[in-house]
């Protein structure tokens, strides 16, 4: 199907476990995004890439890696999770320079007990 | 520092009553502000921008830059707007293309 899909969109892991979160769009968006949103906090930014092999920090990256080997994959991987990981996490993807409209992924909720 | 602040967690409503969500932003130079809406076990989407002044599902959401607001306004609610409401602003510095989200507003419109 087109568009912006994440995988698993539920897991359950325990702390000091890897897990890695899926994200595929078949846009070719140059621009993608991984977001937690919590509960008093609204969405914030973990990562973002702008480009294949270009990916920097946002607001909340301490304890996630990134990569970006294929514009239409973006992997989130939690290397050791902690249980102040558990959240919903979005990715999201524009094209545009940048500048457009963000398109985001049915979300992946993540337990960490 | 660039922010946005949505000041009501909750805005509960009847069916048929007027609407407003407040947003307010910090931001010195000229803003490209959103409103996104997730509905329940949905993904967020874009339910307008303000460059657009395009009214969507009977929202709309009116610029103004003396208040640093862009409050989402609808003249009669109804049941289906309930949903988890975001404002957002363009991010300028740093992370190109990014928004920066304001914590959020859970309207609920009862019948």
């Known amino acids: 199907d087109a568009g912006i899909t994440q995988s698993p969109r539920y897991k359950i892991t325990e702390t000091g476990r890897q897990v890695t979160l899926m994200c595929h769009q078949t846009w070719s968006h140059s621009y993608m995004f991984w977001y937690r949103q919590d509960l008093g906090h609204g969405l914030r930014l973990i990562y973002y890439s702008a480009a294949a092999d270009i990916t920097d920090k946002g607001e909340v990256p301490d304890g996630y890696v990134v990569s970006r080997s294929k514009t239409e994959n973006f992997p989130l991987t939690l290397e050791s999770a902690t249980r102040s990981q558990t959240s919903v996490y979005f990715c999201?993807?524009?094209?545009?320079?940048?500048?457009?409209?963000?398109?985001f992924g049915e979300g992946s909720r993540l337990t960490v007990l | 520092a660039q922010r946005v602040t949505q000041p009501e967690k909750l805005l509960s409503v009847f069916k048929g009553a007027p609407v407003e969500l407040k947003c307010n932003y910090s931001y010195s130079g000229s803003p490209e502000l959103f409103w996104y809406v997730q509905y329940s076990r949905q993904r967020l989407q874009l339910l307008l921008r303000h460059i657009s002044r395009e009214s969507i599902k009977g929202f709309t959401a009116d610029l103004n830059k003396g208040e640093t607001s862009f409050h989402l306004k609808k003249p009669f609610a109804q049941e289906e707007d309930s949903a988890m409401y975001y404002c957002a602003l363009r991010n300028y510095g740093g992370s190109q293309g990014n928004l920066i989200f304001g914590k959020g507003t859970k309207l609920s419109v009862k019948p």
């Open positions: 999201a993807s524009t094209g545009t320079g940048g500048i457009g409209e963000l398109f």
